[in-house]
């Protein structure tokens, strides 16, 4: 039906050839003059037979009569229509004649209506100028320079030109809204529905890397050290507290002497130290073992402590275990004895540091950095604060890197969205904070089922410590078109099992803080990655993914900018 239908529409549109030489032979005869009829010719000859009753006149009469008729003829054609013209204007034009025979005119809303289209025409002429300059400015940036030893123009980075074309993209919109609002007649018009245009947004695309860091060089003085102490929490705790340090001893000019395992964790098995030395250029940061093996006696000359109360968190234990190593220290102090009253330390700068901290003593301690608040923004920042060649100065050591490649490779691939879901323990720790954040599973189903709706990846990897009736039910209620979304965990080692030979090769399989570490590096190597408010462990994903520049716009906190929708009483 639809191919006659469409065949007798075609023949109604493109006549054939015979048609158009029957519409050729119609047409033509009307343009060519016609013989005379026998009526014509008999009106003719009783027009000359009348004209023989008129008054014979000389002829240099005649020829000039002929003369005058036809210039006055030619006067009154031209001299009519002015006098007219005149008379017109000079009454009130238009105005001056009856309704009846007034020719129409533009109407106000006529008038306005062109004045709005001359008003939008002259506004799109403007934005198009800006776009042209505008586009101009991204072709000269985005150029080859000419190679001049003065040239120091820098790149511009992918970020930068997605954001120019994006600006651009929107002058575009303005113009066509510009062009249109003539033409808007209300609420629901179409005009309105074609300028419904989605803007290219962020997406879940990652995050460029600043190109301009700030930063410090770290340059140590010879045989002056900082040792590091760092005693609250996890490890997780313990690798902030670490960073922190770094940034002191830079400011300070000393050495990083990394504790030893002893008294606090083994950090050569998880980090890669010579990793940090190699970025920055020089010997930054000793083992431990370095430390005694350079100096005779081991002592803490000098004690000073960030947190006034309880006194870098040190108790009778921890000095036990220091003096167990061998390491003899004197008085214990306080930077700010003032804060001793103060739940949370006060905001301190590079000035108070180094007017607190500076002094001449070779091995200087500095305790508990964890919750000190000192420069965060700087420490924050992409990449650190310390001025280096490499992306990151801590991260995992080599064998984890490679480890969490190739569970990656042999179990999730290159899309896949990364969760950590902390329970254990965060019930009671999240419920008394102002704002709780424990949400109910189906709570949490719901906020994860967004981020995949965005970031459209086949499979998610958790890591988690909460039990299986818990991540069950999650897994039950992750569902998006339709399939179910698979929740991929660890599985135990088996030896038929390749990805994790590297750990168990070299005696490091099934060791808590390596496999701690493995699923920080996976979940740091997602595409997006979704991590629990108030959790160290994800802050620690956070700050390697700025690192790496893994970051995406889609990273964010479970359920984020949200409450619980049910909270328990506390005890």
Partial sequence: ??????????????????????????????????????????????????????????????????????????????????????????????????????????????????????????????????????????????????????????????????????????????????????HHSGVGNATDDALDLDLPGPGCRRRELPYNRRTIEWNPKKNRYLFAICLSGQMSNHLICLEKHMFFAALLGRILVVPSQKVDYQYDKVLDINHINDCIGRKVVITYEEFVDKRKKVSIDQFICYVASPPCYMDEEHIKKLKAVGISMGKIEAAWPEDAKLKVPKKRYVADITAKFTTDAEVLAVGELFYADAEEEWIMQPGGPLAHKCKTLIQPSRLIMLTAQRFVQTFLGGNYIALHFRRHGFLKFCNVKKESCFFPIPQAAGCILRIIEKANAPVIYLSTDAAGSETNLLQSLVVFDDRQVPLVRRPEHEGSEKWDALLYRKHMGGDDQVEAMLDKTICALSNVFIGSSGSTFTEDIFRLRRGWGSMSYCDEYLCQGELPNYIAELE
């Fill in 1 to 182: 039906y639809t191919d006659t239908s469409l065949s007798s529409a075609a023949m109604d549109r493109e006549p054939s050839v015979s048609d158009e030489d029957d519409d050729l032979e119609t047409l033509v005869p009307q343009n060519h003059t016609k013989p005379p009829s026998p009526s014509s010719r008999s009106r003719a000859s009783f027009g000359i037979s009348i004209s023989g009753f008129r008054p014979a006149l000389p002829s240099s009469a005649t020829s000039l009569g002929r003369v005058l008729w036809s210039r006055r003829y030619l006067l009154s054609c031209v001299c009519l229509p002015v006098l007219f013209i005149i008379l017109f204007f000079s009454l009130g034009g238009a105005s001056s004649l009856p309704a009846s025979i007034r020719l129409p005119s533009a109407s106000p809303a006529a008038d306005l209506a062109s004045s709005r289209m001359r008003e939008a025409e002259l506004h799109a002429l403007y934005l198009l100028r800006s776009q042209r300059s505008g586009l101009l400015s991204l072709f000269n940036r985005t150029a080859a320079p000419e190679p001049t030893n003065s040239s120091t123009a820098a790149p511009v980075s992918l970020s930068d030109l997605q954001t120019a074309l994006l600006s651009q993209i929107k002058i575009n919109r303005e113009i066509q809204e510009a062009l249109l609002s003539t």
